[in-house]
């Protein structure tokens, strides 16, 4: 940010104080006389061209390394799921307390959000952390950051969605741990682990009747998925996000896991997106059992960041 | 003042309204992109009253997105996109390689009655429920959610979109088929290069946009599934295919402006412009350029990370050729005989204002910077600047440059002079104090926000009142001018281009007898037809040279 600013600064007021000069040095004097024909000078130009490029990679590279670190979210983060929708914001701690317009943080940890709407395109943004990220029908959008200060901050909606566009915003409360903890056992009493309301769909939903936990049945076992490279039917690998998993749900057919058939209905439309993002907290939780050994197709993360 | 051309060479509406004369087709242009120039600062008048306070002023929440909404529209689609090209264009581009009139006029008159049908459907759509999805009809809101008059104003930026492909055809068969004997390509006027480069993105664009609307109408009419999630759509890809056409179209807006700025600043510097070549290259770079940017209004969807550095790497490219014609007219100024005449006090503006609008957009082609103020009033700021401090700016100093030719008559100069600041000062205190609301976290589109963003806000509605007052000068005194002004003469500047050739204002074919050009642009050195003191090098009163 400064160093583009004191950039833009010089190259703005050079070339203002140019033109001021240059306005008031040249003033016509005499109503017939003419200037001196000066037609260009290769020189200049190539330095014109040069020199800004060059600064304008720097520019560049810069703001791309800002940016890549920003969209790779750090592992071992605190795991808050948001949906959005006209016109308001639902939060869901990792105890499934659920907040409306609010959200809770620790200071000092890596949080990231994991981004989904109900309808139309949303933005989710806090100016005071320098972060925002669309929130898009569809598919899941993730963003992280790591509170420093405890506070409480706006949040925005950043992307126009319809007539209380503007009213769509919150504060987030960055806690210290302590404090945050106290508060997360205080207020989630009474409200369900997003876990087991994820198990309890996993049965209702007969999903459980082909993913058998052993990977014997007509379809890969869930255990350890989550995070793993899936070997798939056309020869090419994915990593198992919370992406994929949603994807998987709602339209099985887009990637079939190698050596298994296309034979899962979607479940496009019939599910809320919160009872997705249980049944995604449910897959997700099932990576610390045992990986069995004829989960074809899926071998364990390897040198993942 | 001749005694016959083409304003009194026929009379009657009908004269009017079926001719084929370029130069008339410009001055219905003039008066339709006029009307909506008002629809739309209507519009930005309201809103700019209501977010005088926190909770906004004015109006409903629901209110607000549609003025907003229809000032977006009203001002790209039918003000900033034709105005330049289709009336100063239209009205100079033949006379300034010396041909009789465009090579289709039947189609030309067709653009104009095109652009009528399709503004037509815009205002019944204003009128008839209004429009709320923000002037980018961003998918699932415009096709799906939306209950305001979406289809009428989609099938009217359809429509309107042939206007602009049917110019830009006929400039460019124009300037390929119909140049006098001598007009080689490097003896065209700048603002003849603009044009030529405006019209490739008219032609490879605009297709596209209206491809793009079709499908969110269809969307919006049939419920077929193109955008829409829940029927297997992909809302993105609407964005994808939006800005496609809509990054370019920003070109669209400020390159002919660029070309007006390449004409005005020789000419009251009387003196050859620095780097013809580069200028009219870097119009046609911007132009090719201008095509592979359009992702970086997309950083935050959740493109993929490697896109996102293709596409700000790209963005910063597009920056350089601006930058070399900023330096080539700076440099232009350079021993120069300069006088302060409008035309002038505009292009000077233009160039300030166009240096902040495109030093903001490096901010906005960062990838990490815009993760802060991307979607915030920083982006509103930045392309305020590029469109109305850029493209406006040189709009009205165009007007102001060619006004004697067009009506041959000429504006009162002072108070032309006293709008010129006006409209400087009112224009910054605007639209400065907004980038500062952006930084602070500001986000576009809002009707009401936060109490401590208020006093940049009420900063910014005073400078806009600064900026109406700025506007309505000209507007009444060039009106004004038309009957009373002093007549102006062939060449009152005098400037060295064909249109100062002949007549003010010109006859219905353009010239006696076709011109022949022996010189090259801008060259006041072996002009002595224009009066001026040609001997030798000509003497400062500095005694610098």
């Known amino acids: ?305 | 003042m001749p005694r016959e051309h083409y304003l009194n060479a026929t009379y009657g509406i009908r004269s009017w309204l079926l001719t084929t004369d370029h130069k008339r087709i410009a001055m219905l242009y003039l008066v339709s992109v006029t009307f909506f120039f008002f629809i739309g600062g209507a519009f930005a008048t309201m809103i700019r009253i209501h977010l005088l306070t926190p909770t906004g002023l004015l109006v409903t929440p629901e209110t607000y997105n549609k003025l907003f909404t229809m000032h977006g529209v009203a001002m790209i689609f039918f003000f900033l996109i034709p105005s330049i090209p289709a009336v100063l264009g239209n009205f100079l581009l033949p006379i300034m390689i010396g041909a009789k009139d465009l090579a289709f006029p039947k189609i030309n008159l067709l653009s104009w009655y095109i652009y009528l049908v399709g503004g037509g459907f815009v205002l019944y759509s204003f009128s008839t429920g209004g429009l709320d999805t923000g002037w980018t009809f961003y998918t699932p809101l415009s096709s799906v959610y939306s209950n305001s008059a979406v289809t009428p104003a989609v099938i009217g930026v359809f429509i309107n979109g042939f206007s602009s492909i049917l110019t830009g055809l006929n400039f460019i068969v124009t300037v390929h088929t119909m140049r006098a004997p001598g007009m080689t390509w490097f003896r065209m006027p700048l603002f003849v290069w603009a044009q030529y480069a405006t019209s490739i993105i008219f032609i490879l664009g605009t297709p596209v946009i209206a491809i793009t609307l079709l499908l969110a109408g269809l969307e919006r009419m049939f419920h077929l599934g193109f955008f829409n999630p829940a029927l297997g759509g992909d809302p993105i890809l609407f964005q994808h295919l939006f800005w496609f056409y809509s990054h370019p179209a920003v070109y669209i807006m400020i390159l002919p402006a660029m070309g007006v700025i390449s004409e005005i600043i020789p000419t009251f510097a009387r003196k050859p412009i620095f780097g013809y070549s580069f200028i009219a290259g870097s119009s046609i770079a911007i132009a090719v350029i201008g095509f592979f940017v359009w992702a970086h209004h997309m950083f935050l969807t959740g493109q993929s990370t490697y896109s996102a550095l293709a596409f700000s790497l790209l963005s910063y490219l597009v920056a350089i050729p601006s930058a070399v014609k900023v330096f080539n007219w700076t440099s232009t100024l350079y021993k120069g005989s300069i006088s302060y005449d409008t035309p002038m006090l505009y292009a000077l503006g233009f160039i300030g204002l166009f240096l902040i609008g495109g030093l903001t957009g490096l901010f906005l082609a960062c990838l990490g910077l815009d993760i802060h103020i991307h979607d915030t009033y920083f982006v509103v700021a930045h392309f305020h600047y590029i469109m109305v401090g850029g493209a406006v700016m040189g709009y009205v100093g165009g007007l102001h440059f060619w006004w004697p030719k067009i009506t041959g008559k000429l504006y009162p100069e002072f108070l032309a002079r006293v709008a010129a600041v006006i409209l400087f000062i009112g224009f910054n205190l605007t639209f400065f104090p907004q980038f500062l609301l952006g930084y602070l976290g500001m986000p576009r589109r809002y009707s009401s926000y936060p109490p401590e963003f208020q006093v940049l806000n009420v900063m910014s509605t005073a400078g806009a009142s600064i900026l109406a007052l700025g506007y309505l000068l000209p507007m009444i005194y060039l009106t004004w001018s038309m009957r009373y002004g002093k007549v102006a003469g062939r060449n009152p500047w005098p400037a060295t281009g064909l249109e100062w050739q002949t007549d003010s204002p010109p006859l219905t074919e353009n010239f006696d007898v076709t011109p022949e050009v022996t010189w090259e642009p801008y060259d006041y050195e072996n002009r002595p037809d224009l009066g001026l003191a040609i001997e030798g090098a000509p003497t400062h009163a500095h005694g610098d040279d």
């Not at chain 1, 890969?220 to 998925?225: D, K, Y």
């Not at chain 1, 998993?245 to 439309?269: N, T, W």
């Open chain 1, 1 to 305: 940010m400064v160093y583009i600013t004191v950039i833009c600064l010089f190259f703005g007021v050079a070339i203002t104080a140019a033109i001021v000069y240059f306005f008031f040095k040249y003033r016509r004097t005499h109503p017939e006389q003419v200037g001196v024909p000066i037609h260009g000078d290769m020189r200049l130009e190539a330095a014109w061209i040069v020199v800004p490029s060059l600064l304008a990679m720097t520019m560049f590279a810069w703001g791309a390394v800002v940016y890549v670190d920003y969209r790779r979210a750090p592992v071992d983060t605190l795991d808050i799921y948001v949906i959005g929708k006209q016109w308001m914001w639902k939060a869901q701690q990792p105890t499934g307390l659920k907040e409306i317009n609010e959200l809770h943080v620790p200071v000092g940890r890596d949080v990231k959000l994991i981004l989904a709407s109900e309808d139309v395109i949303h933005d989710f943004s806090v100016p005071a952390f320098r972060v925002k990220m669309d929130v898009v029908p569809g598919h899941y959008n993730t963003m992280w950051f790591r509170p420093t200060k405890a506070g409480r901050y706006h949040f925005f909606c950043s992307q126009y969605c319809g007539t209380n566009h503007s009213l769509m915003g919150g504060w987030v409360t960055a806690m210290e741990p302590t404090e945050y903890a106290a508060w997360l056992s205080g207020a989630s009493e009474g409200s369900q682990n997003p876990v087991l309301a994820g198990e309890k769909l996993f049965a209702d939903k007969a999903c459980i009747t082909c993913h058998l936990s052993d990977g014997r049945g007509r379809a890969p076992s869930l255990n350890g998925v989550y995070g793993a490279r899936v070997l798939l039917a056309d020869g090419s690998t994915v990593t198992a996000d919370e992406g994929y998993i949603r994807e998987s749900i709602l339209e099985p057919k887009a990637k079939i896991v190698a050596g298994y058939q296309p034979l899962m209905p979607s479940f496009q439309g019939q599910m809320t997106e919160e009872q997705i993002l249980n049944l995604t907290a449910y897959i997700k939780s099932l990576q610390s059992q045992p990986v069995p050994a004829t989960g074809a197709g899926i071998a364990p993360a390897t040198g993942k960041k």
